[in-house]
């Protein structure tokens, strides 16, 4: 069975084009930030309704949430991928539900490239494909900007080569 | 068969506004109905009437109550009028312009080669005063491209006529193309299938609940309150025959060269003209209690469309509100020329679906052709799904964790929003990567080989204008009367 599951996600070609690895920090410190933020507001407000215990069991519970996600982190990087093939943009993610997105260039709508502040710090964006349906989950984070750029303007001008209409 | 012309698809957003350089609106331009401030301010007018009777009521002053409402209705009036009078149509170039606002010029484009469908509603009250309201679907706007509100019903119509001459790439006088009609829905059948629908049902046993528990209770006080509590069931009745019967009277389907046209509509009505190669899916479906007459009903998905509220888009979504099998299944091989979507070969979801879908597993199956892909599921509520491969948009697997347990995978066909979705569940890994693979290469070698979207254009250049698909004695004549001009 798990040679079939494998079968299923399988690259391609050779192996999948992965995110670059600097997207675990970027996510690692986002989730620091996000637990030290609710964890502060929760354990102060409950601190004063409910005093000391209450703080202590913010203070575990953020302790038990942060270092899951610090676990989780690396998995969920190491399960995107994406491959660009002659016709169509593959795109893989997810641990616990996972995906696979085949995208045609012909049916390129139009191309996100964005990047937020704590992003571009790293020197990260996020390129997303946009085709006619909404549900078509196409989003690569986490790509170095040269190359976020690079493949920005390879998927317009195959988009513009193949396009046909709705 | 000539090439399919080129697009740039690059800028799919129809819309441009041009902020550095607003062309002056050319001469030729026309404006809309004199009645639109009348019909448009009605709302605002009637609101502030109430807010201020209210107000009048509690405090005596009907005086100045009635100089108020004045104020507000010379108030709204001048500026309806003045939108009125700054908001012109027309066609620059191969687009339909339409420039509005005073202040704020604005002006829109819609480009024709994209476009998904035009209807021309006409509600209650412009029913009475001889207007309609004309909307343009283009695919990528969120909602209907700029609805013309409000126009005379002749102006409408020949602007429709116009519409679709352009779109279809033939010259802009010809007339409307001559229809024939393919289904009427009787109203007999129309009022049953009204009776037969789960929202109908239920608000009548829910009132004939109440109704037993306000004979027991007959001598005590709790009248009022039983039968207040009847509302939520007379409500769900309401809903059901106005969903149903109303908006579906007298519902006519009709093909034409132009695609297909709708007629709907008891109070408020719509005509709808989806051109040819605009279908992007179709469901069959069959509620359990039409079960035993065998009716279905068919949706069909349709850019633009699917973009509106759940509602909106059920309303305009409708391809047959109720027909028998046999004559959905005829308009089903219609509406996707070249394959037959009841007869496509269908392969059973495996063994292990059971513990997901542990009563409609037997029924979980999926299956292709030359043409579009088949899914059809459920047991009380049976539906069929048929994408055709060239509408194809993206391909997706998706594995949950308990999926992975069992060894199984989904398989998404997307399409354009609305209410047909393909959804191949619960399949093998292998021939669920399998599938992905095969759709989107299908999909690839049909988007090649699909209609164009400028329809008729290829006509200009071809003698015959017969084309296979079409089985229609017609013919599309619009196209071949206006040959000799060009």
């Known amino acids: 069975m798990e040679e079939d599951q494998d079968q299923l996600f399988a690259p391609p070609g050779e192996a999948w084009q992965q995110v670059s690895r600097k997207l675990v920090a970027l996510r690692r410190l986002v989730l620091v930030i996000t637990v030290a933020l609710a964890g502060g507001i929760a354990g102060v407000a409950l601190g004063l309704i409910f005093g000391l215990p209450a703080v202590l069991i913010v203070v575990g519970v953020a302790l038990i949430a942060l270092l899951w996600g610090l676990w989780l982190i690396p998995r969920n990087w190491r399960a995107w991928g994406y491959a660009e093939r002659l016709d169509d943009l593959l795109v893989t993610r997810g641990v616990m539900y996972r995906r696979l997105t085949v995208v045609p260039y012909g049916r390129m709508q139009f191309v996100d490239v964005a990047s937020g502040p704590l992003e571009r710090r790293y020197g990260l964006a996020t390129v997303q494909l946009h085709t006619a349906s909404p549900a078509t989950d196409a989003k690569i984070p986490g790509l170095p900007a040269a190359e976020a750029a690079r493949l920005r303007d390879r998927l317009s001008a195959l988009g513009e080569a193949q396009a046909a209409g709705l | ?486």
């Open chain 2, 1 to 486: 068969m000539t090439s399919t012309p080129e697009h740039e698809s690059g800028d799919a957003g129809q819309r441009r506004a041009k902020p550095a350089r607003v062309d002056p609106t050319p001469e030729h331009f026309r404006r809309l109905h004199p009645l639109t401030p009348l019909l448009r301010g009605w709302g605002f007018l009637a609101l502030a009437i109430g807010l201020g009777g209210q107000d009048a009521l509690r405090s005596g002053e009907m005086g100045r109550f009635g100089l108020t409402a004045l104020a507000f209705a010379v108030v709204g009036m001048i500026a309806g009028l003045l939108s009125w009078w700054f908001t012109r149509y027309g066609f620059d170039g191969d687009a339909l312009r339409i420039d509005s606002g005073m202040l704020n010029r604005r002006s829109r484009r819609v480009r024709l080669d994209r476009l998904q469908a035009v209807d021309i509603n006409r509600p209650l009250a412009g029913r009475l005063l001889g207007v309609s309201e004309l909307r343009l679907e283009v695919a990528g706007g969120g909602k209907a491209e700029a609805p013309l509100q409000y126009l005379a019903v002749d102006d409408a119509v020949r602007l429709r006529a116009e519409l679709l001459a352009r779109a279809a790439g033939i010259d802009a006088d010809t007339p409307e193309a001559p229809e024939r009609v393919v289904h009427e829905v009787p109203l007999d059948r129309l009022m049953w299938s009204t009776v037969l629908s789960g929202a109908f049902v239920a608000g009548v046993v829910f009132i004939a609940g109440i109704g037993v528990a306000f004979l027991f209770f007959r001598d005590s006080d709790i009248t009022i309150g039983l039968l207040s509590s009847m509302l939520p069931g007379v409500i769900a009745i309401g809903a059901a025959l106005w969903a149903q019967l109303g908006r579906n009277f007298a519902f006519v389907l009709a093909e034409s060269p132009d695609g297909y046209r709708i007629r709907k509509g008891l109070l408020d009505t719509q005509h709808q003209t989806v051109p040819p190669g605009r279908v992007q899916g179709v469901a069959m479906r069959q509620p359990l209690l039409w079960r035993g007459k065998g009716w279905v009903r068919l949706d069909v998905d349709v850019a633009g469309y699917g973009g509106e509220s759940s509602d909106d888009s059920q309303r305009t979504s409708t391809l047959l509100p109720v027909a028998t099998y046999e004559e959905a299944a005829e308009v089903l091989r219609q509406v996707l020329p070249g394959s037959d979507p009841l007869s496509v070969p269908l392969t059973h979801a495996p063994r292990p679906a059971r513990w997901l879908r542990p009563f409609g597993w037997k029924k979980l199956a999926y299956g292709v052709d030359e043409h579009v892909v088949v899914v059809r599921e459920g047991v009380l509520y049976r539906n069929l799904t048929a994408v055709p491969h060239a509408k194809t948009q993206s391909v997706r697997i998706v594995q949950g964790p308990v999926q992975r347990r069992l060894g199984l995978a989904s398989v998404h066909v997307d399409t354009t929003p609305g209410p047909v979705d393909a959804v191949i569940a619960h399949r093998r890994p292998e021939e669920a990567r399998a599938i992905a693979e095969e759709q989107a290469e299908r999909a690839r070698l049909a988007r090649k080989a699909d209609v164009p979207e400028q329809w008729m254009a290829r006509y200009r250049q071809q003698p015959a204008p017969r084309p296979d698909g079409h089985a229609d004695g017609d013919g599309p004549p619009a196209a071949s009367s206006e040959r000799d001009q060009e």
